[in-house]
């Protein structure tokens, strides 16, 4: 069984298009990761791949989270606070990758991220979406 790779839809819009590109950055850049790990690439690329995505979730929490600033954004430490957690996950899951030579532990790690990265646009950064709809 092959990881299932991230799709953007209209559900997953925050109707802000700079934090919308950099959803669609990040999705791609697991998608190219998935790509790599289904083209058998060599462990030392899929690791150099896999940090890209971090790189890419890194870059993308620091501008979330100034945009949050800007706006007053009541939930900002909460959110944050996920950032932080989520970037963990993601640093566990690179070491695991580093140590594992079974195809089902990789597998499982980037199945896990997945549903971490998924489960924080949907649960956390829509909110962003929904305060600043209250404020207009």
Not at 2 to 12: A, F, G, H, T, V
Not at 69 to 89: S, V
């Amino acid at each position: 069984m092959k990881p299932r790779k991230l799709s953007w839809n209209e559900k997953l819009s925050t109707e802000l298009c700079s934090l919308d590109r950099d959803h669609k950055n990040l999705i791609e850049a697991f998608n190219v990761f998935v790509d790599a790990l289904d083209r058998n690439e060599p462990s030392d690329k899929l690791l150099d791949m896999f940090q890209a995505v971090i790189n890419e979730l890194v870059q993308h929490f620091a501008f979330e989270e100034k945009m949050m600033e800007n706006i007053g954004f009541k939930e900002m430490i909460e959110h944050k606070q996920h950032h932080e957690t989520l970037n963990a996950d993601a640093v566990e899951v690179l070491s695991e990758l580093r140590q594992s030579e079974s195809p089902e532990d990789i597998l499982a790690s980037v199945n896990f991220l997945r549903a971490l990265i998924m489960k924080h646009m949907v649960e956390q950064d829509l909110k962003i979406r929904d305060f600043i709809l209250r404020g207009l």
